[in-house]
């Protein structure tokens, strides 16, 4: 999460990576657009080949064992891909940096496939269509609010880690009301970063480099899974 903080520190610091035929109010409200056309076209791409990775293991066409490894790999290399992106994403191309995103994606989609076996498909529908609604709302929230949030990372970054903690503890402790709590907290969280997240794309679009679009995609599209999975560990229906 910590690439949200220094991505947008270095776009409003290094204008010189600004594109004057981009700039003007025009050009902020493409770059939004645009980013919102990636996030949310990727993520019904990703919930397809969820569901399609799910009935390749009912089909018993990829095992349950391959899956839980494939998981294990997607994970490492989207965390190095992300931070690759974030520390890069100045040196390299909007096209490349798609592509590196659209790899991503790919390594995602098969990493958290495995949701399928485990909740029923009813309870993931129903909660996807909760967390866009929930995610709309929280928009129309900061449209609504007039006070600056750009602080606001400092704090949701170290409640974050002070959450973390507590979950790692709690994996020794086993205490499940606890950790309903830590739930909760968690959801809370990602909810004000989706305000934080939206408030970060407004203030990065002025500077007029198109990468923005990308990298607050991939910002925004981590949150939604989070509060996704989040409303799902709190009120999934398990098989």
Do not use: C, H
Request: hydrophobic share 60%; proline share 0%; aromatic share 18%.
């Amino acid at each position: 999460m910590n690439f949200k903080q220094n991505l947008q520190q270095s776009v409003i610091e290094n204008s010189s990576f600004s594109m004057p035929w981009l700039s003007g109010t025009d050009a902020v409200e493409t770059i939004i657009s645009k980013t919102f056309f990636w996030m949310w076209i990727v993520l019904l791409t990703v919930f397809g080949v969820w569901y399609y990775t799910y009935s390749l293991v009912m089909d018993s066409s990829l095992t349950v064992q391959s899956l839980n490894t494939l998981s294990l790999v997607s994970i490492i290399v989207g965390f190095l891909l992300v931070l690759i992106m974030s520390t890069s994403w100045q040196r390299i191309s909007y096209w490349v940096l798609a592509v590196l995103l659209l790899v991503f994606w790919v390594f995602e989609w098969f990493g958290l496939a495995g949701i399928f076996l485990i909740y029923q498909m009813t309870s993931i529908i129903s909660i996807f269509l909760t967390t866009a609604i929930m995610f709309l709302l929280l928009a129309v929230i900061w449209n609504a609010l007039k006070i600056d949030v750009a602080k606001w990372g400092t704090i949701l970054l170290a409640w974050l880690l002070a959450i973390i903690i507590w979950m790692f503890i709690n994996m020794f402790w086993q205490n499940t009301e606890f950790n309903f709590v830590l739930n909760i907290v968690w959801l809370v969280i990602f909810s004000a970063f989706v305000i934080y997240d939206l408030n970060t794309l407004k203030l990065m679009a002025q500077s007029g480099d198109r990468r923005v679009e990308l990298l607050m995609a991939l910002s925004l599209f981590l949150t939604f899974i989070n509060i996704f999975f989040t409303l799902l560990r709190l009120f999934g229906s398990r098989k």
